[in-house]
Every structure is written in structure tokens, then in C-alpha cells.
């Protein structure tokens, strides 16, 4: 099936507010486009150049949610499904009908405020292919074990893999972003911050990752022309940013958790005192490129 139909399809979809994401790390999965709705990834789709390679469908957990999703799936007769069968299960209306309930199962709200993954995503939907001097390119990156060689933890009591919410392109180079929303989450900053500038230093593998990622973007039309633009003029000197954007919540609560969590390492520390940080109400209003340095955040009024 034309791939690039897929992404359009599912990207319109209306039931669910699907984004489609570069891939990640791993062998088996690194020419394989991440699709994600309502906090969970239900599915990928094959770009390599394989005969065999196959797209999937969402995992086997989601099955406990949802007793329905182990039909459509076929468990039994998984590995002879050919990638066409798999990709027309992918946009069927049946499918994606019983991924939103097992969705809204496994993510059902405790409070009537929208969950991180649900103002992630949309940040994704809105600011991916975008025609601003700033696009989102990334999403719940996984930092596999070879980019945290000499990665010794002070904040966690034993090494952990980061995984980091958004990853931004502007003129400044490439930002990593952990996001906050209603101000919840948050006793956690240390160690974000202690991932964010662990790979600031060592960038190398980061970079090279991030570059292979932004092309199949291009090539899928997931970024703009003017984003690919912006990359082209840096893919070969590229600097890390890093900060931290809180939506929602009341700027004042968002001022005191930075100044309760990071000040001792602002004095202490010299990398973070180059991080940046955002209060946003709402999201249709975000600019990232208007990210600020702490001394001046905590002076907002």
C-alpha cells in the first residue's frame, strides 16, 4: 500500500487524534514510523526497503484493555499475515475503534484536567508540519544504552534509560523538552535535567540519530520544507538545547516548582544555567523559540 496514503489517512482520522513519528533505535524497528494516540503507540508503519519488511499493529498488552483487540489481532496467525493485510487492519475503522477503547481504558482520567500524553500529542499534531521557523520533529525518545556509555546517576538510585517528551528543531539547533502539565509530575526534574545535560555533553550519537530521523521524515512528508530547511543549515554543526515547557496550571505553581527543585543546582551546577523554560496556557499559543533562562523565568510577573 502507498505509504504515504496511510500516514494521510490516519492522520485525518476523526475518532482519535493520531501522529505519525520518525522511528527509533532498534534494529527491528528503525525503519518503521511510530503511530501514537491518547498516550499509547498503536502501531507502526514499514518505510525500509525489504521485501519482507512488515508494519504492526499495536502491542499485546492493549489486549487486557480491550478483550476485542485479540480477534482483529490474530495472535495465532500473526507471523503469516502479509504487510498488506497488516496495513489495511492498520487504517480499518473496526480497528481503530477498539484501539480508542482500550486506549481510553488504560489512560481513563483521574481528574477532569487533559493528561500529559494527551497535550503531548497535540503539541505533535500541531507544531510537526508546520510552516514556522520551529517544528516539533520527535516524541518519546528512547535513549538506547549505547548513548549513556559514562552515564553515572545522582538522582535515581539506579541508571535508567531516558525517554524524552518532545524534541524541537529551530535556528538554535535541536531542544529537548520535558514537559509538564497542570503542574503534576514534577518531583522529577532533577533527574530529567541530569538526562538532558548528560546528553548535551556527549552529543554525537544523539545528533546522528536525530539527522537519520529528520530525512525520513522529509521523505514521508511529516515536516515542511521550510523545517527541512532549517536542518540543512545546521545537520552538519548541530547544538543542543534543553528545557523545560509547563502547560497549564498557573505560571505562579510552575515559578515555585523550578525555584524549589532546581535553584541549588543553578548555583551549583554550570551546564543548566543555560536551560531555558516556558509557561504556555494554551497550547494553540506555544512558541518555543520564546523559551526563556531560569533567572528569568522565576522573575516573571
Known sequence: MDKKKIIEQLLNNKELNIVVVGPDYNDGTKNKL??????GRIGRIYVGKR?????????????????????ILDIDNKE???????????ISEDYLKLVKEALSIKW???????KERDIETKIVKNFMKTENDWAIIDME??????????FIPSYFDETKQPRFDLI????????IIELKVNNENCENLKGHYEHMAYIQRNPDLFIKEMNRRIKILHKNELISDKTMAIFEKQKDNFK?????LFVGGGIEKSQKIVKDNLTQLNQEDKAIKNFKYL?????KDLNLNEMILYKDFIALK
Not at 503469516?80 to 492498520?90: D, V
Open 168 to 175: 524541537v528543531l529551530n535556528n538554535q539547533g535541536l531542544g
Open 279 to 283: 509557561y504556555c496556557e494554551d497550547i
Open 51 to 71: 521485501n519482507d519488511g512488515k508494519s504492526e499493529l499495536i502491542d499485546l498488552d492493549y489486549c487486557n484493555y480491550c478483550s476485542k483487540l485479540k480477534d
Open 240 to 244: 543542543i538545547w534543553c528545557g523545560f
Open 34 to 39: 511510530r503511530i501514537y494516540a491518547m498516550g
Open 141 to 150: 525518545v528512547q535513549c538506547p544504552k549505547e548513548w549513556l556509555k559514562t
Open 80 to 90: 503469516n499475515r502479509s504487510n498488506e493485510e497488516i496495513e489495511k487492519i492498520l
Open 108 to 114: 481513563k482520567k483521574k481528574s477532569e484536567n487533559e
